[in-house]
Nanobody
Framework: QVQLVESGGRLVQAEDSLRLSCAAS????????MGWFRQAPGKEREFVAA????????YYSDSVKGRFTISRDNAKNTVHLQMNSLKAEDTAVYYC???????????????????WGQGTQVTVSS
């Protein structure tokens, strides 16, 4: 098992940057695909970004591609989401997720992830 704790969310202005972190406890962090999802009020949880076990492959939703960057440090059991040029529509609770076995064709699917953090609120004021 792995426990996930997100941090870094806060109120920012449009066009600001913000870095979210997800700390994982438990064994074998490098065995997990890691993802970031977000959920805005009244909306379904949506995929934001994912990263492969080694960090060699990354995946992004079209809405954040070019603005957000996912990275991981397997030595420190952490995954980060660097968010630049933030927009009001990026306002949401951001969740970190881990998947043991996952095909690259479904990395965008929340149901494929096994473990979730409690979320961190990001609010972008325009």
């Amino acid at each position: 098992q792995v426990q996930l704790v997100e941090s870094g969310g806060r109120l920012v202005q449009a066009e600001d940057s913000l870095r979210l972190s997800c700390a994982a406890s438990g064994r074998d962090f490098s065995r997990y695909y890691m993802g970031w999802f977000r959920q805005a009020p009244g909306k379904e949880r949506e995929f934001v970004a994912a990263i492969s076990r080694s960090g060699g492959s990354t995946y992004y939703s079209d809405s954040v591609k070019g603005r957000f960057t996912i990275s991981r440090d397997n030595a420190k059991n952490t995954v980060h989401l660097q968010m630049n040029s933030l927009k009001a529509e990026d306002t949401a609770v951001y969740y970190c997720a881990a998947a043991i076995q996952i095909s690259v064709v479904v990395v965008t699917t929340a149901a494929e992830y096994d473990y979730w953090g409690q979320g961190t609120q990001v609010t972008v004021s325009s």
